[in-house]
């Protein structure tokens, strides 16, 4: 996944007997974003099982679904209240869709060159 792909997560579960279309709808609702933007936007369901993610590929809708056959996916529960969405990027959302638990993570920091 190219890096300027942007990956968001619904913080809260979501009814996901949802298609592409409603989840695009959902997109625009609660996210206030554009789901034509080539960015991805992950949802989960009520009993974190299921994770369905949707984006536009310049052709149309392409929806992913993946069941955890065991566990289930880890939301952050420490969060700001009214938070819309959470940004990861394309390795954090390998791992979640793996199952693991992001929220004890430590991410070093990234590099960044001296100034010249």
Same mark, same amino acid.
């Given at each position: 996944?190219?890096?300027?792909? *942007? ?8 009814? !996901?007997? =949802? %298609?592409? $279309?409603? /989840? ?33 590929? *310049? ?8 069941? !955890?056959? =065991? %566990?289930? $996916?880890? /939301? ?41």
């Amino acid at each position: 996944m190219p890096s300027s792909v *942007r990956v968001f997560l619904a913080p809260e579960p979501v009814d !996901l007997r =949802a %298609g592409a $279309y409603r /989840l695009a709808a959902r997109v625009r609702g609660h996210f206030k974003a554009d789901p034509k933007s080539g960015h991805v936007y992950a949802f989960v369901n009520r009993s974190r099982t299921l994770a369905k993610l949707v984006f536009w590929d *310049r052709r149309g809708y392409c929806l992913l679904s993946k069941r !955890l056959e =065991a %566990g289930r $996916y880890c /939301l952050p529960t420490d969060l700001p209240a009214n938070t819309l969405q959470i940004e990861m990027d394309a390795s954090a959302l390998t791992l979640f869709l793996d199952g693991i638990d992001l929220t004890a993570a430590v991410r070093q920091p990234s590099y960044t060159p001296p100034d010249p």
